[in-house]
């Protein structure tokens, strides 16, 4: 079935851990994208991509790092800088903006990230 | 800069009743609008997506309508089932780039 697959879906991390959280895309879309949710506020865009090799900070990119080496994949690392990294992190892709018709988003299932 | 409201935060009906959902959005100028589902602890289900172009989409018991003009959208819901309770959260896509900007969204309760 074609979707997007985040990995692990519970995560703890101590105090000075960097983690890395896998998303992994098979619906051949080019642009790919990392949101953090927290509890009664809107997702915010933490990074996205629109081709392999290049990326783009949303919002509160601060501590977090990208990579996009594969079009199927885009892993994101909350380092040790990240200051209040406890938050549910969501991947999603979407067809490229300028392609013909339908450019609806697809989510995956969501990472719950704990400092402990 | 495009800010995306949802009122209610929170809404509790019984089962059966039809319910509409409102999304209002500052900027006129958006690509498509998607209105989404998230159950507790999960990630988002699509339910619509309507381009500026047009003026409603359906999905079986699901309607969701675009006004540019007025910067509103609403999600009706008909029979509600208890199984519908979750959070519906829209998204605007704006014109210019390819970011979504959320409503932090109307979490809605079925009662049985």
């Known amino acids: 079935d074609g979707g997007i697959t985040q990995s692990p879906k519970y995560l703890f991390r101590k105090e000075g851990q960097n983690v890395t959280l896998s998303c992994e895309q098979n619906?051949?879309?080019?642009?790919m994208y990392w949101y953090r949710q927290d509890p009664g506020q809107g997702l915010r865009l933490i990074y996205y991509?629109?081709?392999?090799?290049?990326?783009q900070k949303g919002d509160i990119a601060e501590g977090y790092s990208v990579s996009r080496e594969k079009k199927e994949s885009f892993p994101l690392t909350v380092t040790s800088a990240q200051k209040n990294p406890t938050a549910f992190y969501l991947c999603?892709?979407?067809?490229?903006?300028?392609?013909?018709?339908?450019?609806?988003?697809?989510f995956g299932q969501g990472t719950r990230l704990t400092v402990v | 800069k495009q800010e995306v409201t949802q009122i209610p935060a929170a809404l509790s009906v019984p089962e059966g009743e039809n319910l509409v959902l409102n999304c209002s959005f500052t900027d006129s100028a958006i690509y498509n609008l998607q209105w989404f589902r998230q159950d507790p602890g999960k990630g988002l289900t699509s339910l619509l997506l309507i381009q500026s172009s047009q003026r409603e989409q359906t999905s079986g018991r699901l309607n969701a309508s675009l006004d540019k003009s007025s910067g509103r959208s609403t999600l009706y819901i008909a029979a509600s089932q208890p199984g519908d309770s979750a959070t519906y959260l829209c998204?605007?896509?704006?014109?210019?780039?390819?970011?979504?900007?959320w409503g932090a969204g109307t979490k809605l309760i079925i009662k049985p």
């Open positions: 999603a892709s979407s067809p490229l903006l300028r392609a013909e018709g339908n450019t609806e988003a697809f």
């Open positions: 991509s629109q081709i392999v090799n290049d990326f």
């Open positions: 998204a605007v896509r704006l014109d210019s780039n390819y970011q979504l900007i």
């Open positions: 619906l051949n879309h080019d642009a």
